[in-house]
């Protein structure tokens, strides 16, 4: 009975390789999301993907795609993964506007060799 | 450029005494302001949403005011307890900038000593 359930928890792989990070959620929200956290712990926006709006935050390097096939679930994909992609991933889902906050879930730490 | 600033990365206090967080902001014109909780290898944690027109919001031990013209909100914890350690985090929506993001400051790490 998760809210938002992200996986793999852990993924560690080599440069240059693709992967791929799921996400799902169980609320009926409208809204999902993909944070990124850094070393220093700063969460910054990537996506946000409303009813196939796709808002791209424009520092996100075109090696990241999120694809949802459906409203509950938003995959993010990257490309030829490089060292400073090392990070803690975050999928989030909220409804749209201020009708509450965002319900995150438990991150997956990505470490790239 | 716009900036959300958390007043300090780490904040002790004694337990039962009051903690206040400052978030400051600037070169936004958010509708709402939301506060988070994080703990160590957690998702954030939805805590409270105050409005722009909304001075002050309380829930059990906490209490965020929120002022627009100064450009910054306060978070307290009331009678603060070792479980209250965690960190921070206040969160802006970006809506009138046209897209629908919550933009996250850079938190402060509270620890409450028993």
């Known amino acids: 009975d998760t809210a938002v359930s992200q996986t793999p928890k852990y993924l560690v792989t080599q440069m240059g390789n693709d992967k791929s990070i799921k996400c799902e959620q169980n609320?009926?929200?409208?809204?999902m999301y993909w944070y990124k956290q850094d070393s220093k712990k700063f969460l910054k926006i990537m996506f946000s993907y409303n009813n196939k709006e796709l808002i791209i935050n424009e520092t996100v390097p075109n090696r990241f795609s999120p694809k949802s096939p459906d409203k509950a679930h938003l995959n993010l994909h990257i490309n030829s993964l490089e060292l400073g992609d090392s990070a803690v991933y975050f999928c989030?889902?909220?409804?749209?506007?201020?009708?509450?906050?965002?319900?995150f879930g438990s991150g997956t730490r990505l470490t790239v060799v | 450029s716009q900036k959300i600033e958390q007043n300090s990365e780490a904040l002790n206090i004694q337990e039962g005494k009051t903690a206040t967080l400052t978030c400051n902001y600037t070169?936004?014109?958010?509708?709402?302001l939301q506060w988070y909780r994080q703990d160590p290898g957690r998702g954030p944690v939805f805590l409270l949403l105050i409005r722009e027109n909304e001075k002050e919001k309380r829930k059990e031990r906490l209490k965020v005011t929120f002022d627009t013209t100064l450009k910054q909100s306060l978070f307290h914890i009331t009678a603060s307890q070792p479980a209250d350690s965690a960190t921070y985090l206040c969160?802006?929506?970006?809506?009138?900038?046209?897209?629908?993001?919550?933009?996250f400051g850079t938190g402060t790490r509270l620890t409450v000593i028993p």
């Open positions: 969160a802006l929506d970006a809506t009138q900038t046209g897209a629908n993001n919550l933009f």
């Open positions: 609320l009926g929200h409208d809204t």
């Open positions: 070169n936004y014109s958010p509708a709402y």
């Open positions: 989030a889902s909220s409804l749209r506007g201020d009708r509450g906050g965002y319900t």
